[in-house]
């Protein structure tokens, strides 16, 4: 349940910032008042910017679990704690 309430923040707030995507809806209302035009064109492009912004967070939250991590490497330091290499130098007694 975490992952929708952080799912609906990231929205919302990606929303505010693409705020001024939503002029040419607001352009098609005022079209709607002073022409009579018909008010479907407002709701469609509202829903095309709806829908551009959650196209492009699905888009960013694929890439982000795009990770290509790598493979455990062998220790090679002969320095280090968790050496398990060749002969270090040295002897034991």
Partial sequence: M???GEFFACLLFNM???LEWT???WLLLAMHFLFDWNILW???ALG???LSILLW???LGWAANCSASDKPKENKN???VGYKGKDTGETKE
């Fill in 42 to 44: 407002f709701w469609i």
């Fill in 23 to 25: 002029i040419p809806a």
């Fill in 16 to 18: 505010l910032i693409n």
């Fill in 78 to 80: 002969p320095y280090s």
């Fill in 48 to 50: 095309v910017w709806i």
């Fill in 2 to 4: 975490k992952r929708v």
């Fill in 57 to 59: 967070m699905d888009i």
